[in-house]
Structures are given as structure tokens and as C-alpha cells.
């Protein structure tokens, strides 16, 4: 591998796959796509197997030529669709025993433990990573790189879409855009303020303990939902909201680190 060269990092996520395009360690381009359902039939068309052949459709609509070989890194926090994308020839998993972190446990998503790797790297240590998408997820990590623990909620869609799994009459509602009015007066509205509000609430929760344990580090959002509940914390909390830095990009600046280790081997 060299300092120049093209690569693609992958973050398999619950919902989407999120691309990263390199060169070298600085990352060029991102997107995300939905998860691929259909590559059970491997084997062979024209020469090519049917993972490269997707691989490079998916690249060229991104105006991104394929180049042969060219090295992808991959993480997922789903199993069946990291079966398939390790079929192809050039791939490398990314596993939490390949981080340059203390304080890894078992069980911790190799997503969130990549996002804390980014932000420190990036940004400084000790870092605070919230991570706004299927599941809103907190996690820390001091000056040593060494994790000192998070939490994992569901996100915001999880929460308005269990209300109606579990209940008869509650409908389905979207997240709002604008804050809703707290005491609501019609149940659709009620159901918005019930769970925009105690989130906010609970990430204000989060930040203040985490401040008063380490008053000069980073506070990091990212994932989907990110500029929304900035948008909304911001409004409830201003002085919070203008110390936390967006980054939708971080983990793929811990990908970023795991390919410059792999280089200076």
C-alpha cells in the first residue's frame, strides 16, 4: 500500500452502507447507499465476480472509476452483510483488536469505537462522541485513549415506530422538523414532544456529566439525524450547543487512521 494510492473504506451500518473514497489518508468523497440484499449467487460473469461488478456500477455513480485491485477497508456491525462484502478479493475487516485504543470490551460496536478513534484523532483527546442514527449512542474515551464507557438509546425513528408496534390506537408520526410545543393538545404533536424533548434532555444530561469530568474535551455529533437534534438542542441549550462540533465524517477519519497504520507496517 502506498501513501498515494486509491482505496475505499465501508462502514456496514443497521440501515445504510456509508462509503468512504480515499487518496491516500485524505478522504476525497462519501455517500450512502441502502444495504445490498441480493449477492447470494457468487460466481463469475464475463471474468469479473458479481461483487466486483457491483462495486463498480456503485462507483460509477459516484463518477469514481474502478481501479484494479484497489484496496477496501471494511467495518459492520452486521454480520450477514459483512459475509458478503468480504467476497471480494481486495477486502481487509477492520476488528476492534486492529485499534489503537485501550479499554476495548467485546461487545462494543466496532462503529462507535471508530467514531471515538476519529474524533480524538482529529480533534483531541478526551473526546465525547454522540452518535445520532438508528440508535442515539454515546461514548467516551479520556487523554489515554482508553474508553471510559457510553450508553445506547434508540434513535429517534426507533422510538416514534415502537409506539405503534406496541400500542392499538397511536399513530405513526415523523420527526418534526421544528420543536413541537411541550404540552401538546393533540396526540400526534404529544407523541413528537414526548420523545424529541426527553432526548434532548438526555443528551444535555450526558454532556453536563461529562464536562464535569473532563472540562476540556471535545464534544463530537454525528450520524444521520445529527443536524436536527443540533438544530433542536441549540434552541434549548445554546451555550451547550455551541461547544459541540458537527462531524458527519468521523468515522471515516478512524478508517483513515487504521490505513496509515497499515502503510507504516
Request: hydrophobic share 45%; proline share 5%.
Amino acid at each position: 500500500m502506498s501513501e498515494n494510492q486509491e482505496w475505499l473504506g465501508l462502514m456496514i451500518g443497521n440501515t445504510r452502507l456509508h462509503w468512504g473514497y480515499f487518496v491516500g489518508a485524505i478522504l476525497q468523497k462519501t455517500w450512502d447507499i441502502d444495504r445490498i440484499q441480493d449477492l447470494e449467487n457468487q460466481g463469475n460473469i464475463n471474468g469479473e465476480t458479481v461483487v466486483i461488478k457491483l462495486l463498480k456500477s456503485i462507483l460509477e455513480t459516484q463518477n469514481i472509476k474502478f481501479n484494479h485491485q484497489m484496496p477496501l477497508l471494511i467495518a459492520s456491525v452486521v454480520p450477514q452483510q459483512t459475509a458478503l462484502w468480504q467476497t471480494y478479493p481486495w477486502s481487509d475487516m477492520i476488528t476492534l483488536e486492529k485499534l489503537p485504543l485501550q479499554g476495548l470490551y467485546p461487545t462494543l460496536g466496532i462503529d462507535r469505537a471508530l467514531a471515538v478513534l476519529g474524533a480524538g484523532t482529529k480533534l483531541g483527546w478526551p473526546v465525547l462522541v454522540i452518535d445520532a442514527g438508528t440508535a442515539i449512542t454515546f461514548t467516551g474515551a479520556d487523554v489515554q485513549k482508553k474508553i471510559v464507557g457510553g450508553s445506547i438509546l434508540p434513535g429517534l425513528r426507533l422510538q416514534l415506530s415502537s409506539l405503534i408496534a406496541g400500542t392499538a390506537m397511536l399513530p405513526l408520526v415523523d420527526i418534526p422538523v421544528e420543536l413541537p410545543p411541550r404540552w401538546a393538545k393533540e396526540t400526534a404533536t404529544a407523541i413528537q414532544s414526548g420523545v424529541i424533548y426527553t432526548v434532548l434532555a438526555g443528551m444535555q444530561n450526558y454532556i453536563v456529566a461529562w464536562r464535569e469530568e473532563f472540562p476540556e474535551g471535545q464534544i463530537v455529533l454525528t450520524g444521520g439525524d445529527r443536524i436536527l437534534l443540533l438544530t433542536h438542542f441549540t434552541k434549548l441549550f445554546p451555550e451547550l450547543g455551541a461547544t459541540i462540533i458537527d462531524a458527519p465524517e468521523v468515522i471515516f477519519w478512524g478508517i483513515a487512521k487504521i490505513w496509515g497504520l497499515h502503510i507504516m507496517k
